[in-house]
């Protein structure tokens, strides 16, 4: 076997293309003598405690496979049919072992990087081909043999088999990507994840068979984590038919398969335990199912994280079956009575926290009351008196914080979950019940209780059982199946493309030992040796035509306009009707467009245009959601917003001061801190100045005199004898002649002049420079950002002035960035008649807010004083303005103390040293001055 190997692999490695027929007939001659070694059936129920290891070697069998591609990469053999099928003998090994199947991978991996187009399309038709054969169900259960074997070699066989299933998995994207999207069904993920999952659930019940019958345990290992690797890089929502499979085959459990896929599902990685669990979850029908699939993986740590912790406690799912599934599972006899008890009060204890309310959304909040509402009703006659005690305790709780929320939601779950359970731990009928009145509740809030009365009154077993639809269903075939696993795994095969439906996928003897493929591709194997025979005589040796691609002119598309731009908005009235009817344009590229033009559009039209309009654009646009994807949506919402309130600031500030204090309920946290970095981006391009020196400014002192030479006059080329002198002609070359014309030094005349005078001038003194000065646009508007949003806070229905006290974190976000945009306007407002005014007022704010017991607000605080000190001059100091910065000076020289005395934050202790050395240099100045 060896030497014919190395004969075939010498003569691949001598062969530079095929240039004769001979060359062909020697090289089908040593392929047929090396695939006379190669296991073409697959291991049976009769042999597979009889055969030994395989004498293929794996790694001579990759070179081969590789020699074979650079050959077919030759010009003179990219369409030879017939070398072609030569290929296809050594490539498509049937009773392949794991060793070959992952040489094979290796070197087709290499080949689709570094060989030619066309060699790729066919490596491509190849690999489909053996995907479609037994070669991987041959694989999976030789892999799966028990053999006994030292550690390194064990480690050596673990990291060779992870590198098979990487390269098995990511197959389709690297076809997809070589062959540019142009590819055959079978790599679309749909059908080639049926493909993985039809050899996987064949070689599941080929290896129970076996310990069904021989008592011979294979090593389930291999299996458990191709299936944990598949399920995870594919995608576990395209594995639904395994595990409907596995799922039918555990409720029938013929030949004591259970504990079978049990002992599989327990070896499943750690991150493929999640995506496993919640698919068994929702696809178990009946719960009384549940225990028969999990039954004692709760032992393992990694299944009772995610059953006990990640699914209730982490994350949250839409979907009753699940939760039905879980808690019935948590409350079987065989599990321990406390797990769903702990559960139940660690639910609880969540519910009913205020914090968790803020930053749950209504739909996880939903999912953990089903929990509870579910988890009390099983576990009630579990309980003792200390755990009711302990449930009512946290359920009064967490009642009392659900009707303190604003959201009627909220509340409406709060008061149905009380009653409910409540109801559930009275002893008898006659105890007293807990009752709400729904009657003025909004209807969005009764909707929510009744769904949570459905769902109790739905979640008795025979009700789940009558309305399940459980997968017994027939799919049209007239065999009869032993169960309703093998006639889905029947089914899985004819929608991959490798079975018919006149073939027979499950053997239902024991004596049957081939599969019906292995049939039709040895039927097909023998075709092609005849086809072989038929076609040695012909070799196309034709080259291939060239391509006429390089005669077509190319055509200009600079001037081409892309297609989105023509849904652009030329006019405002355009951008406002395309923001306004998103939901009407059924192509989401107009809203994208619209916006993305925003800006351009009202800093170009909206000057020309009403203040009524930019208060209806600012309208629309803070309150924009992203219905369809823009690219930047935030940062362009953002600019457009700036950009109105830049043209029109007086009635855009007032306007965004006046949402940021409306009542609670009509706008989000997130929004009211978008208006207040409206509001503070357009202070900063207001008060922005913008010097334009002008460049031809003093020109004339810089200006270098350039020296001119005149044109001597011209010289005679006669000679005078008599005079005793030569005079000869230079030609132009000969001597520098002047361009400037005659205009060009009549005008340069005054500057040499007074140039001359200049230099022979003494100065004594400069002119001095005249400043720059620019127009201060903050000026007017600054009292319209300023104080509408300072005196908002003494509004009664501001919502500052209103949050619940339970709600202080809310409070505490909101008056940071009300405190930092304040800042921000009185930095701005640095050369503004008025900023003295403001600087008072935002002094005497920070006064009462010094002693905030949060540590933000107070560095918030210490940052306000800072801004004013160094935003007014030391002219503009008032009698007010120091008596309250020497009065700040005193506190901040305690708070900055590291001692007892000093602010607990260090922030606000480095903060206030430095702020008071800019109080003592600023004073200190003023004083100097008066």
């Not at 530079?16 to 047929?32: A, H, M, Q």
């Not at 005193?890 to 900055?896: A, I, Y």
Request: contains cysteine; charged residues 25%.
């Amino acid at each position: 076997m060896e030497d014919t190997a190395k004969q075939l692999l010498d003569l691949l490695s001598s062969l530079d293309g095929i240039k004769c027929k001979n060359d062909l007939i020697v090289l089908d001659t040593c392929i047929f003598n090396y695939t006379k070694y190669l296991p073409k059936l697959l291991i049976t129920l009769k042999t597979y405690n009889q055969i030994e290891k395989s004498s293929v070697d794996a790694f001579l069998y990759g070179k081969i496979v590789t020699g074979l591609l650079k050959l077919k990469d030759h010009d003179s053999l990219l369409h030879n049919e017939t070398f072609e099928n030569l290929i296809e003998k050594v490539f498509i090994v049937n009773g392949s072992t794991f060793e070959m199947l992952h040489e094979l991978f290796e070197a087709t991996m290499d080949g689709l990087k570094t060989m030619t187009d066309k060699t790729v399309n066919f490596i491509a038709t190849m690999l489909e081909k053996m995907i479609k054969s037994d070669a991987i169900y041959s694989a999976i259960i030789d892999a799966c043999k028990t053999n006994k074997i030292n550690d390194i070699v064990q480690e050596e066989f673990s990291q060779n088999w992870r590198s098979f299933l990487q390269a098995l998995v990511s197959l389709p994207n690297r076809i997809a990507n070589k062959m540019k999207g142009k590819i055959s069904d079978t790599f679309t993920l749909d059908i080639y994840t049926k493909i993985i999952t039809y050899h996987i659930v064949r070689a599941i019940s080929f290896l129970n068979d076996v310990l069904h019958q021989y008592s011979i345990e294979p090593e389930l290992q291999p299996i458990s984590t191709m299936i944990s690797k598949t399920v995870l890089i594919l995608g576990a929502h395209k594995f639904n038919d395994l595990i409907e499979i596995l799922i039918n085959w555990t409720i029938d459990d013929e030949k004591n398969i259970r504990n079978s896929i049990r002992n599989i599902l327990s070896l499943v990685d750690g991150p493929s335990v999640e995506p496993i669990a919640v698919l068994l979850l929702k696809t178990i029908n009946t719960p009384s199912n549940v225990e028969k699939v999990f039954q004692n993986l709760l032992e393992k740590n990694q299944w009772k994280h995610v059953l006990f912790t990640k699914i209730p406690l982490l994350s949250y799912y839409n979907d009753d079956l699940l939760i039905f599934n879980l808690i019935f599972y948590l409350a079987s006899p065989n599990n321990d009575k406390r797990l769903l008890i702990e559960l139940l009060i660690k639910l609880l204890d969540i519910w009913g926290d205020r914090s968790a309310l803020n930053h749950t959304s209504l739909e996880q909040h939903e999912y953990i009351t089903k929990l509870i509402l579910l988890s009390i009703k099983k576990s009630k006659d579990m309980m003792k008196q200390s755990d009711k005690d302990t449930v009512q305790r946290l359920l009064f709780a967490g009642t009392s914080a659900h009707l303190e929320s604003m959201q009627v939601e909220v509340r409406a779950m709060g008061m149905i979950t009380g009653e409910l359970i409540v109801e559930f731990l009275c002893d008898s009928n006659d105890a007293p019940k807990l009752s709400y009145e729904y009657d003025s509740m909004p209807a969005v809030g009764m909707q929510i209780v009744e769904r949570l009365k459905t769902f109790i009154k739905n979640s008795d077993e025979k009700i789940i059982q009558s309305n399940a639809n459980y997968c017994n269903t027939s799919f049209g075939d007239e065999k009869v199946f032993s169960n309703t696993g093998d006639e889905k795994v029947h089914q899985l095969g004819i929608e991959c493309g490798i079975l018919s439906r006149d073939d027979s996928i499950v053997n239902t003897e024991t004596n049957s030992d081939v599969c019906s493929t292995t049939q039709n591709l040895e039927k097909n194997t023998l075709s092609n040796e005849n086809e072989l025979n038929d076609d040695i005589n012909e070799i196309n040796d034709s080259d291939d035509e060239l391509d006429s691609d390089d005669d077509l002119i190319p055509y200009d598309m600079s001037n081409d306009t892309k297609i989105t731009d023509k849904l652009r908005p030329i006019y405002l009235r355009d951008l406002k009707e395309n923001l306004l009817n998103v939901d009407a344009n059924n192509d989401p590229n107009i809203f994208s467009e619209s916006l993305q033009v925003a800006e351009e559009l009202i800093l170009s039209q909206l000057p020309n245009d009403d203040s009524s309009l930019a208060i209806e654009l600012l309208e629309i646009i803070t309150t924009l959601k992203e219905l369809s994807h823009v690219e930047n949506f935030e940062l362009l919402k953002f600019q457009t917003c700036v950009a109105i309130a830049t043209v029109y600031p007086k009635e855009c500030a007032k306007y965004l001061c006046s949402q940021f204090h409306a009542e609670i309920g009509q706008h989000s946290i997130h929004d009211r801190i978008f208006f207040l970095n409206i509001l503070a981006e357009a202070s900063k391009r207001l008060s922005k100045t913008e010097i334009k020196i002008n460049p031809e400014q003093n020109n004339s002192n810089n200006r270098k005199i350039e020296k001119i030479k005149r044109p001597k006059p011209p010289i005679s080329i006669l000679i005078d004898v008599t005079g005793g002198k030569k005079y000869e002609t230079l030609y132009d070359e000969d001597f520098e002649v002047s361009t400037m014309s005659y205009d060009n030094e009549k005008s340069n005349w005054e500057e040499i002049i007074q140039r001359r005078i200049q230099m022979n001038t003494r100065i004594f003194a400069h002119e001095s420079k005249r400043p720059h000065t620019t127009v201060n646009k903050f000026n007017d508007v600054v009292a319209s950002f300023f104080y509408p949003l300072l005196y908002g806070l003494s509004q009664k229905s501001a919502c500052l002035y209103k949050i619940p006290q339970s709600y202080s974190d809310e409070e505490n976000i909101l008056l940071v960035n009300f405190l930092k945009t304040l800042s921000t306007i009185m930095v701005s407002a640095e050369n503004c008649v008025i900023a003295p005014k403001i600087g008072l007022e935002i002094l005497e704010l920070a006064w009462t807010l010094r002693y905030h017991e949060q540590a933000k607000v107070r560095l918030c605080v210490i940052q306000n004083i800072a801004s004013v000190i160094i935003s007014l001059s030391k002219e503009t100091f008032t009698t007010e303005i120091v008596e309250l910065l020497l009065e700040f000076r005193t506190w901040l020289f305690d708070t900055s103390q590291d001692s007892i005395r000093g602010d607990p934050d260090s922030d606000c202790r480095n903060l206030g040293k430095n702020v008071v050395a800019l109080i003592d240099l600023a004073i200190n100045s003023t004083m100097k001055n008066t």
